[in-house]
Every structure is written in C-alpha cells, then in structure tokens.
C-alpha cells in the first residue's frame, strides 16, 4: 500500500518509524530482532535509512595510494527484504543523490519495483567526506527536486505511471545551507510541484518552530501532509553532537534539566523520553498526520513513547 494512501485512510495519527542499516556483522535475527520490539504497536511501514559509501585511500607497497570504495553497513535493500519477509508490512527505502549516477539510481528503482516495493523517501543527503558543499556525481542528481523528476521520468519511461509514491524531506529550523527559512520553502516547494506527495521533517524540540513552519508551508502552497519528525534524547552528549550533525537547536529548558542530571544516565534518559511524550501528545492533539521517530538503531525509549500515545 503506497504511503499517499495510508495517509488519506487514516483517521488518526499513527507513529512512522525509521531505522538505520546495521553495520556489517550483524545477523538477520539480531536485525529482526532489534525491530520486533515496534511490531506490537501495528506500524503501517516501516522506513530504511540510506548512506553514502565511504571512501579509503590506502597506501600500496610503492608508496602511492589507492582509492577504494568501503561499504560498512548492510545494503537497505536487504533490510528491506527482510522486513518484508518476516513482518508483512511496508518499507520505505530511502534514495539518496549522494555518491550515486542516475543510471545507478534507475537500476535500484527496477529492483524495487521488483521487489513490491512502493514506496521510497527521496532525498539529496550529505556531501561526501572532506566536502564542504555537497556535489553529486558525473552523471548524477544534485538536487532532491530533480531526484523527484527523475523518478517520476522513470515511472513513464517504464509504463508505471504513480507506481511509487514519494516523500521528501524539509527542515523547521531550515537547511544549514539555505540563507532563510523563506528560500529553503521555496526549495522545498519545487520537490512537491516535481511530483512529491508528502514531507517529513527533520528532528526538532520544540513544536513552537514546526508550527510556524507548517504555516510558512501552507502560505507557500505546500499542501501535501507534513509529518513531524522527533527524536527523544538518551545522552546528555547529544546536547553537543545532535546541534553539531543537524544543526538544530535544543531548547534552553531542555538543556538545563540535562545538564543539571548529566551525571546520572538513567535520568538523562528519562527527561529526554519525557519530552519527546510531550511534544508527541501535543502534535496529535494539533492534527499532525503521523510522528516520524528517528530510532537510531534502539528501540526502547521510542516503544515506551508508543505506548503512552498511541
């Protein structure tokens, strides 16, 4: 069932769960596993996170280096089939321009279409490592709104006109790259009018900023459903590394009662999952569609938010 459709189903807001391909090593059980816990609570789908390979240069015994190609997690189309496999429900791969051509891209789109899969997250993603703007490959996408055209380009090229249906991502506190929220609306306006049919947002803590954004969004013309993306906290050290990865800000209240308890890991944990409660309940009641829970690979805060709001 494609995403545009649970969408218009639902009655109610449901919780939207991502995870992130395990790094190599991992079993499909202790995969299945880690994911198990979330099935309790009937997810419609679930979405899998996409990355960039990285790459190694590695001196050779005449003293030049060599480039190399590393991929250190399991590929998201494998977690893709198992999920499918063992739970019965939707996946929503991720699609990222990073690192990839188009023709690279339309082989991974053949596959999914073979797969069942209909459903994919576009994305533009992280420049490569050492970049300090992004740039796509030869031959590849440098915008989310062209991953989109493409994609829909694919579709008619293949005879599957709306096979997919496509979501995008969007930033309440805007991109770091935009110059303002304004531009960075405008941008996101393109990915919706080149065929996007809803948005998910980048993690936020306080909702104050993502009701101010969805309005900026409707004013724009931006009509699609936007989903809320959320992140509860668990270590008082993501106070500096979740503003430094995602430039984002963390409430001045959140941030003193962590730092106030930083020295106790059980209580960081707790004070984080309590927030994240709060601004879930407080979404539901001002009629988000879902809540997207970015769950990092650890399943335990997020269950205990399910349970206590859905």
């Known amino acids: 069932m494609k995403i545009s459709d649970i ?21 499909r059980s202790q995969l299945l596993d880690g994911i198990r816990p979330f099935m309790e609570f009937s997810p419609k789908y679930i979405n899998v996170t996409c990355h960039r390979d990285e790459i190694e240069f590695r001196q050779e015994p005449d ?53 069942g899969i209909s459903n994919v997250l576009a994305l533009r993603g992280d420049g490569g490592t050492g970049e300090k703007r992004f740039t796509p490959e030869p031959g590849g996408y440098r915008y989310a709104s062209e991953l989109v055209e493409g994609i829909r380009a694919f579709e008619k090229a293949n005879d599957a006109e709306g096979f997919f249906s496509l979501g995008v991502g969007a930033y309440p506190e805007k991109h770091i790259e935009a110059a303002n929220i304004e531009t960075d609306i ?13 948005i998910v947002t980048q993690m936020f803590f306080d909702n104050k900023v993502f009701y101010a954004f969805r309005d ?62 709060m601004q879930t309940k407080d979404l539901i009641r001002n009629n988000v569609p879902a809540v997207h829970f970015y769950t990092m690979g650890k399943a335990g805060n997020v269950v205990n938010i399910l349970k206590e709001c859905f």
Request: glycine share 6%; with cysteine.
């Open 63 to 115: 003293g030049t280096f060599s480039r190399h190609i590393v991929k250190r997690r399991v590929s998201e189309t494998a977690v893709c089939a198992a999920i499918q496999s063992e739970f019965k429900i939707e996946v929503v791969p991720h699609l990222i321009c990073g690192g990839v051509t188009k023709d690279a891209i339309e082989a991974q789109l053949h596959d999914f279409r073979f797969m």
């Open 216 to 277: 900026k969004c409707r004013e724009a013309g931006i009509n699609v459903p936007i989903i809320p993306g959320l992140k509860p906290i668990s270590t008082a050290r993501q106070l500096q590394l979740l503003p430094e990865s995602f430039a984002i800000d963390i409430p001045l209240e959140l941030t003193q009662e962590i730092s106030a308890h930083a020295s106790d890991k059980d209580a960081v944990y707790e004070i984080g999952r309590e927030w994240c409660m």
């Open 186 to 198: 405008i941008n996101l306006k393109k990915k919706v009018d080149a065929g996007a049919d809803y």
């Open 7 to 27: 969408l218009a189903g639902s009655a109610k807001a449901y919780p939207s769960i991502e995870i992130v391909p395990p790094l190599n090593g991992i079993t």
